[in-house]
């Protein structure tokens, strides 16, 4: 396989739109005689007008090698050995070239076997992907027609989709992920094999899946994403307790709630909310019947320690079976779902009284709120008065004046 070499001329990406940080593990790699390239997912943003979120790095050094050129570089991973690269708050993952066999359609469960650079090109997973940048030079090294189909707006595989999606199911997730990002169109091959191949997601790491998932609700276009996963299947494979809810009016509540956090993130440049923000989103319009029937029921059950237990409960059966959110994103779940009946309680009180709890997550429930309130402007005052007191709350404890706002903890269960 011969590599095209695209000068600066031709591909457009300037040094200056690079991490310096990254700049310099590539030249202290090379300054010591070995191969070492910008790959993957910086170099496909930068070509296609995109600034990278992370700059991962390829070379022919070995994990334990890279270790001993950065006093800030730890090892990670067993089925896949890295180097991650430590310069002040950010991590640059250095990864050894791979080779392997590209026709074993069997699940691959250690990657471990070190190999030349073309060699480790054609184990990536779309073509778009496995571009090498030589900041050297300023060349962007291509073994795979990625420049071209980049250009064309085009999503291809490395290799046959049948045998690479099962090597590596997630690589199914990660096409979603790059249609609904960047409008890329898969080949029709591909879009066969991902029908065809569905179920076999299930054999991947739940936590590299919910990873991804909980990656594109910080991505800016979490609604593409997720109706890609709905129309896919994937929705329904991989939650299926969530997904039953995206077929009645919740849909609609729901994607309401991402359209106002991807508009923010994407028009506004601003961070994503916490995760357990972005999960709450999901859950909110589900939970909000829940209690309003248990309110209607029996209005005396509706207490808060009640509507803790019913987060409790809609959050872990949400991401049941198959993948499972952390026991500090479920904590954090359930205080921001049963505060808002704090801000908007089921019985209308005549006066509003604002008693600030000592939990530090009170304030994700608080920004939750404010996310309601920008779709509910009729919430303006409610939301005002409530961030006016938490402000005071919070002066007073930076001040010493009050001790320190414990942490949230999840409902115990009840002995049996």
Known sequence: MTAKKYLQTEHKIQLEDIDPDALVVLDVLRGHGFTAYLVGGSVRDLLLGYKPKDYDISTNALPEQVKRLFSGCFLVGKR?????????????????????????????HNDNEWGTEEEDVTRRDFTVNGLYYNNADQTIIDYVGGVEDARKNFLRCIGNPYIRFK??????????????????????????????????????SPIRILEELLRMLESG???????????????????????KYFETPHEKEIYTFLTEVDRSILNEDKRPPRRSILVSILLYPIYREIVQDLYDSSPKKAHLGKLQEEAFKLALNSFSPILRITKKILGEVI????????????????????????????????KFFKLRTDLEPGLTDIYTEWAYYYDKHKKAEDNGKLPPTSSSRRPRRRRR
């Open 80 to 108: 896949f050995r890295l180097a991650h690269v430590r310069i002040g708050k950010k991590i640059f993952e250095v990864s050894t070239f791979r080779s392997g066999d590209n026709e074993d359609d069997t699940l691959i």
């Open 221 to 243: 276009s979490s609604v593409p994403f997720l109706k890609n996963l709905q129309q896919h299947g994937f929705l329904e494979t991989l939650l299926p307790n969530l997904a």
């Open 167 to 204: 090597q590596d199911p997630v690589r199914m997730i990660r096409l979603l992920k790059f249609r609904s990002r960047f409008g890329l169109t898969p080949d029709e091959e591909m879009i066969e094999a991902l029908f065809a191949l569905r179920t076999e997601i299930l054999k991947s």
């Open 335 to 366: 205080t921001i779902l049963s505060t808002q009946y704090r801000f908007t309680p089921l019985q209308k009180k005549k006066r509003l009284i604002c008693k600030i709890p000592r939990n530090r997550d009170f304030s994700l429930a608080l």
